[in-house]
């Protein structure tokens, strides 16, 4: 089998994780196969923080729209504007983003193949051997293979790659999120410069609504991870309550989205996992962008540092430099949607707390930045005891 085609590095998944690996390793020189489905776009509300779009080099053409504020809704439909101040966040479109970023990778040197990964198989030399199907293949086709001095899995949340090869991987939990792409209406109460977040137990139980604009195009959606709650029918009652009912809709999508990073996300001897298959998608907000761009980086790292020493800890790295800078804002998001987003109740103490400027404020220094803010600590003080008279009901909604 010595005849293989053989690579440093074969990337499954092409969304911006594995597109993101792929690039990397392509410009230190690696030999990279991106292999991708291809066609499949990820429902996705689209944001990309100023972080994201300086560490990513993402050119100002792929926004779509620039969101300078955002309007949080109560189940009572009350409201709390948060305008960004001297700043804005990015929007993308999926469907056009994530091929770019496959197209950058091909241009620094990946080589970009459409298949379905089947499994992984190990030579008589103990190399890997990437099994999949051709895109276009006949039903009953004889499956190809590539031999594989690592791997890099990014194939998404229910991940073959991380379900076949890393232990604990089928345990993650997951918010099943359903989206419409529509015509941005022309309307005077329709503002394309904000994101609105509506938190109705109606439209989600357990996490929240959305509409965010992207330019031509809207993204309405929902999310839970109730099995069995009629995720459509909420977005048709969101499109209602948004004045968005008669807007004429471009596609539908959907797609479970994990909501805890997996304890391993290696095998301990080639493999290792990025972005959704690695489960770094932040709960409460369930942005998914920056940390799978920031996991496919980290896995090119590990990676490239494997191949280099030949030593499989290298491979634990990602997960440990991971963890490390972003670990404690999953921990306090993962709290605060475990406790806001239960009941309404909560829901409407929640968006009465985000009227306090320096909720405000904080907010979208740790969201711009990606990171706890810790030089504000008389800000922190005043939140905390805000949080307190709210949980403890001493403050009027």
């Known amino acids: 089998m010595s005849d293989l085609e053989t690579f440093d590095v074969v990337i499954v998944g092409g969304g911006p994780a594995g597109a993101t690996a792929a690039t990397d390793l392509a410009r230190r020189g690696r030999s990279v196969l991106l292999l991708d489905k291809a066609g499949r776009i990820k429902p996705c509300g689209g944001a990309i923080p ?43 479109d999926r469907e056009f983003f994530d091929e770019w970023l496959r197209e950058r990778a091909a241009s620094a040197g990946a080589v970009r193949r459409a298949g379905s990964f089947e499994r992984i198989e190990r030579g008589a030399d103990g190399v890997s051997q990437v099994v999949y199907q051709p895109k276009g293949a006949p039903h009953n086709a004889t499956a190809e293979r590539v031999r594989a001095r690592s791997v890099i899995g990014a194939d998404g949340a229910l991940s073959q790659v991380a379900r076949q090869n890393v232990p604990g991987a089928e345990h993650v939990p997951y918010v099943f999120a359903y989206h419409e792409i529509i015509r941005s209406p022309r309307a005077a109460d329709f503002d394309p410069t904000r994101c609105d977040v509506y938190y109705n137990g109606s439209m989600s139980p357990d996490f929240y609504s959305w509409v965010f604009p992207h330019g031509d195009l809207t993204s309405v959606g929902t999310g839970s991870a109730h099995k069995g709650f009629a995720l459509r029918e909420a977005v048709g009652a969101l499109r209602g309550v948004a004045g968005l009912e008669g807007q004429e809709t471009i596609r539908r999508e959907g797609a479970p989205i994990p909501l805890k990073p997996l304890k391993k996300w290696d095998n301990g001897r080639d493999l290792v996992l990025a972005g959704d298959a690695a489960g770094v998608v932040a709960p409460a907000s369930g942005e998914g962008i920056f940390y799978a761009m920031t996991g496919g980086r980290l896995a090119a790292d590990a990676a490239d540092e494997f191949l280099t020493t030949g030593d499989p800890r290298a491979l634990a790295s990602a997960r440990k430099r991971f963890m490390r800078t972003h670990g ?67 403050v009027p909604v």
């Open 50 to 92: 100023p972080r994201c779009i300086q560490e990513f080099d993402i050119p100002d053409h792929m926004l779509v729209a620039k969101v300078t504020s955002a309007r949080m809704i109560s189940p009572s439909a009350r409201y709390v504007d948060m305008p960004i101040e001297g700043g804005y966040v990015g929007m993308v």
């Open 328 to 394: 404690s804002v999953f921990w306090i998001l993962g709290v605060m949607q475990d406790y806001w987003y239960t009941t309404d109740k909560r829901r409407e103490r929640f968006v009465s707390i985000c009227r306090d400027p320096d909720v405000q404020q904080l907010t979208w220094d740790a969201y711009m930045n990606k990171e706890l803010v810790k030089a504000k600590p008389l800000a922190h003080a005043r939140i905390f005891w805000k949080n307190i008279l709210h949980l403890t009901g001493l």
